[in-house]
């Protein structure tokens, strides 16, 4: 099914209304949704955030053009909220994060694999990598801190072991900026990838960032400082992809067209007919915001949207397990070390790299990511049970022995 | 040891600001309230308990075994799935229950323990039989021809109440006693968690199953009863601590 971004125009900005009870639904249930339904919500959250963000930044900038940034905001305010209160209460905030790295890990390798330019594609590998990691440096929290298992989460879609060492990925800045594209020669799908992963990371980095300080756990607190200065690393990475020479209005439009095709990825793919409503919906309000900026951009700069815009929507992000993708990576890639833009062998980077002294300054105290997993396998209903029957064995499962029906 | 009752700053009553209180009370006095009453949120909240579904379901066996097993207590009128929830509540809570006293063993290790407090070797016993018990109701579950690994909805309130216990254990900060406490929050809990699977193993014509888990109640009464008798003589140490006059001072 094709989407014409240029012939369908979507629901009119002014037509877009909420009120507080259709902001707060009903939300995904943690055990029984699928675990792409909630990595679309996490996804989508992310985008939304960064689609604020930046229209508060455009409106700081620009005089003419505050009350349309600040009436298309609203809308994407109220979207933001309707998606993100779509997560459940009973599900930690530990637990959340265990989904987030999900996101992290099948999302990138899904747009590295629709990627044509192959050094954003190798960008997008060197940090599905990093995120790897976090993802078993967390679930060791969860299970040490909190005995749960986190494939209650991952619903065994995405591995648990270790990536690129967390306690490696620590780098001076000048590792951590790359090429950005050419806005005239790129494809719109190297645009809408940069943009999406840029909300993605940035997303996690503010959720970590807020929710650190929410463990009591010492160790919890240190992770998520550790974790939290990678995902900045991110933002920075995936920023510096974009092209600093778009204008604000060209980037407004990238910015339109990366919300419709995400949630018209959503809205394909989505199993939860509750959420797929969510998802029609708001590509029909993206369009009218997508509308609504054209407009400016024919009026204001006197192009044609077309210049930026793809005829059609390229192929969606894949929501499904990229398991055998991101080995594929892991086995050949995981040494890979930047100087400066550029990818090569740990082996080549030398000994006066900056991010030597980065490295060695921060790890310091030790490392929290190396503490909190020391000796953690993934193992399925948490190393605990691993232990118990241990411990049951031993003791010869007891006076009675082996629990019978 | 470490005392949470010393005689400090605490800037959170009102008393602690005479001048500024009054202005508070007085303002607050003068201002027209909000029209309705408190009972308006009862209303939004049954009305979102109408409107909304539950937290989610108990997945059917995923063995032949299992469906085999369900089909007959189904057969017999038994609530197969309730006993599934319940006996995954069970495993849930007995896992948070040993990261709670390893938390707890490393603040031992931390503030040591005072007249009629627990020992080390105490502690490592609890946790111990904490996993034991783990090893029983995964037993039982693989017996069902359950799943052990499955987080029944049961299983998942008992993680969330179970969040502020850890945060308690964990939290650099806090007291022995203040620990003690959240133990005892879990012990009481446990005790009747055990008391009706057991029970609920026994109505459904699972008596050796009901057995073991009436040997794992008995354990666990001791556990209450050590956690209880621990928390008598914090305050015991306390008393003796303010009637010789002693200022609490930080281990």
Same mark, same amino acid.
């Given at each position: 099914?094709?989407?014409?971004?240029?012939?369908?125009?979507?629901?009119?900005?002014? #037509?877009?209304?909420?009120?507080?009870?259709?902001?707060?639904?009903? $939300?995904?249930? #943690?055990?029984?949704?699928?675990?792409?339904?909630?990595?679309?919500?996490?996804?989508?959250?992310?985008?939304?955030?960064?689609?604020?963000?930046?229209?508060?930044?455009?409106? *700081?900038?620009?005089?003419?053009?505050?009350?349309?940034?600040?009436?298309?905001?609203?809308?994407?305010?109220?979207?933001?909220?309707?998606?993100?209160?779509?997560?459940?209460?009973?599900?930690?905030?530990?637990?959340?994060?265990?989904?987030?790295?999900?996101?992290?890990?099948?999302?990138?390798?899904?747009?590295?694999?629709?990627?044509? !330019?192959?050094?954003?594609?190798?960008?997008?590998?060197?940090?599905?990598?990093?995120?790897?990691?976090?993802?078993?440096?967390?679930?060791?929290?969860?299970?040490?801190?909190?005995?749960?298992?986190?494939?209650?989460?991952?619903?065994?879609?995405?591995?648990?072991?270790?990536?690129?060492?967390?306690?490696?990925?620590? *780098?001076?800045?000048?590792? !951590?900026?790359?090429?950005?594209?050419?806005? #005239?020669?790129?494809?719109?799908?190297?645009?809408?990838?940069?943009?999406?992963?840029?909300?993605?990371?940035?997303?996690?980095?503010?959720?970590?960032?807020?929710?650190?300080?929410?463990?009591?756990?010492?160790?919890?607190?240190?992770?998520?400082?550790?974790?939290?200065?990678?995902?900045?690393?991110?933002?920075?990475?995936?920023?510096?992809?974009?092209?600093?020479?778009?204008?604000?209005?060209? &980037?407004?439009?990238?910015?339109?067209?990366?919300?419709?095709?995400?949630?018209?990825?959503?809205?394909?793919?989505?199993?939860?007919?509750?959420?797929?409503?969510?998802?029609?919906?708001?590509?029909?309000?993206?369009?009218?915001?997508?509308?609504?900026?054209?407009?400016?951009?024919? *009026?204001?700069?006197?192009?044609?949207?077309?210049?930026?815009?793809?005829?059609?929507? $390229?192929?969606?992000?894949?929501? &499904?397990?990229?398991?055998?993708?991101?080995?594929?990576?892991?086995?050949?890639?995981?040494?890979?070390?930047?100087?400066?833009?550029?990818?090569?062998? #740990?082996?080549?980077?030398?000994?006066?790299?900056?991010?030597?002294?980065?490295?060695?300054?921060?790890?310091?105290?030790?490392? $929290?990511?190396?503490?909190?997993?020391?000796?953690?396998?993934?193992?399925?209903?948490?190393?605990?049970?691993?232990?118990?029957?241990?411990?049951?064995?031993?003791?010869?499962?007891?006076?009675?022995?082996?629990?019978?029906? | 040891?470490?005392?949470?009752?010393?005689?400090?700053?605490?800037?959170?009553?009102?008393?602690?600001?005479?001048?500024?209180?009054?202005?508070?009370?007085?303002?607050?006095?003068?201002?027209?309230?909000?029209?309705?009453?408190?009972?308006?949120?009862?209303?939004?909240?049954?009305?979102?308990?109408?409107?909304?579904?539950?937290?989610?379901?108990?997945?059917?066996?995923?063995?032949?075994?299992?469906?085999?097993?369900?089909?007959?207590?189904?057969?017999?009128?038994?609530?197969?799935?309730?006993?599934?929830?319940?006996?995954?509540?069970?495993?849930?809570?007995?896992?948070?229950?040993?990261?709670?006293?390893?938390?707890?063993?490393?603040?031992?290790?931390?503030?040591?323990?005072?007249?009629?407090?627990?020992?080390?070797?105490?502690?490592?016993?609890?946790?111990?039989?904490?996993?034991?018990?783990?090893?029983?109701?995964?037993?039982?579950?693989?017996?069902?021809?359950?799943?052990?690994?499955?987080?029944?909805?049961?299983?998942?309130?008992?993680?969330?109440?179970?969040?502020?216990?850890?945060?308690?254990?964990?939290?650099?900060?806090?007291?022995?006693?203040?620990?003690?406490?959240?133990?005892?929050?879990?012990?009481?809990?446990?005790?009747?968690?055990?008391?009706?699977?057991?029970?609920?193993?026994?109505?459904?014509?699972?008596?050796?199953?009901?057995?073991?888990?009436?040997?794992?109640?008995?354990?666990?009464?001791?556990?209450?009863?050590?956690?209880?008798?621990?928390?008598?003589?914090?305050?015991?140490?306390?008393?003796?601590?303010?009637?010789?006059?002693?200022?609490?001072?930080?281990?």
């Amino acid at each position: 099914m094709a989407l014409d971004i240029f012939k369908e125009t979507g629901v009119p900005l002014e #037509k877009q209304e909420f009120d507080w009870r259709d902001l707060v639904r009903e $939300p995904i249930s #943690k055990l029984d949704d699928d675990a792409f339904t909630r990595v679309r919500v996490i996804l989508m959250n992310g985008i939304e955030n960064e689609s604020w963000t930046f229209q508060h930044q455009f409106h *700081r900038m620009n005089e003419a053009l505050r009350l349309p940034l600040a009436r298309v905001r609203r809308a994407e305010q109220h979207q933001q909220t309707v998606v993100n209160w779509l997560l459940p209460a009973d599900q930690s905030v530990l637990e959340t994060t265990i989904a987030y790295e999900q996101v992290a890990v099948e999302v990138t390798a899904s747009l590295a694999q629709n990627e044509v !330019d192959p050094y954003v594609k190798q960008v997008l590998d060197f940090g599905l990598l990093e995120d790897f990691d976090h993802l078993y440096r967390y679930s060791a929290l969860l299970d040490r801190l909190e005995g749960k298992d986190a494939n209650n989460i991952l619903q065994s879609y995405t591995d648990v072991a270790p990536g690129r060492p967390t306690k490696e990925e620590h *780098r001076d800045p000048f590792d !951590d900026l790359r090429e950005h594209y050419d806005h #005239k020669r790129a494809a719109p799908i190297t645009k809408i990838n940069a943009l999406t992963i840029v909300a993605a990371e940035q997303q996690t980095r503010n959720y970590y960032a807020t929710v650190g300080n929410v463990y009591a756990d010492p160790i919890a607190r240190q992770l998520y400082a550790e974790i939290s200065s990678i995902e900045e690393q991110h933002v920075t990475q995936y920023g510096s992809l974009i092209d600093p020479r778009e204008t604000w209005l060209e &980037k407004w439009l990238l910015h339109e067209v990366t919300e419709v095709y995400n949630y018209f990825g959503c809205m394909q793919q989505e199993t939860n007919p509750r959420i797929k409503a969510i998802w029609e919906r708001f590509v029909q309000y993206e369009l009218g915001h997508l509308h609504v900026v054209m407009d400016l951009f024919r *009026r204001v700069e006197n192009r044609d949207p077309a210049e930026v815009l793809p005829a059609t929507l $390229p192929e969606t992000i894949s929501f &499904k397990s990229q398991r055998d993708y991101v080995r594929n990576i892991l086995e050949t890639q995981v040494d890979l070390r930047p100087i400066g833009t550029q990818f090569v062998d #740990k082996s080549q980077v030398p000994s006066s790299s900056p991010s030597h002294a980065y490295r060695a300054r921060v790890n310091r105290e030790g490392s $929290p990511s190396e503490l909190v997993s020391a000796g953690y396998r993934y193992i399925p209903g948490t190393e605990l049970l691993d232990r118990a029957r241990v411990l049951r064995g031993a003791n010869g499962h007891g006076s009675r022995g082996r629990v019978q029906a | 040891m470490k005392q949470a009752s010393g005689t400090g700053k605490n800037a959170t009553g009102i008393g602690m600001s005479p001048i500024d209180s009054k202005k508070l009370i007085e303002y607050a006095l003068r201002a027209l309230p909000s029209a309705g009453s408190e009972h308006a949120m009862e209303e939004v909240r049954e009305a979102f308990t109408l409107d909304t579904g539950v937290i989610g379901s108990v997945p059917p066996p995923s063995s032949l075994k299992g469906m085999a097993k369900m089909a007959l207590d189904a057969v017999k009128g038994n609530k197969a799935t309730i006993f599934i929830d319940k006996l995954g509540e069970r495993a849930a809570f007995e896992r948070t229950g040993t990261r709670l006293y390893e938390a707890m063993l490393a603040k031992y290790d931390a503030l040591g323990s005072y007249d009629g407090g627990p020992t080390r070797e105490r502690l490592e016993e609890i946790r111990d039989e904490e996993l034991e018990h783990l090893g029983i109701v995964n037993e039982a579950i693989l017996a069902l021809g359950g799943d052990p690994t499955v987080m029944t909805p049961g299983a998942d309130i008992v993680g969330v109440q179970g969040i502020g216990l850890v945060q308690v254990l964990t939290d650099p900060r806090t007291t022995m006693d203040q620990c003690l406490s959240s133990l005892l929050v879990a012990e009481l809990t446990d005790n009747d968690g055990w008391e009706l699977l057991a029970n609920l193993a026994e109505a459904m014509g699972h008596t050796e199953m009901a057995q073991a888990f009436r040997e794992a109640l008995d354990a666990e009464e001791t556990h209450l009863d050590d956690v209880r008798r621990w928390i008598v003589a914090t305050v015991g140490e306390a008393a003796s601590l303010t009637s010789s006059g002693s200022e609490a001072s930080p281990a």
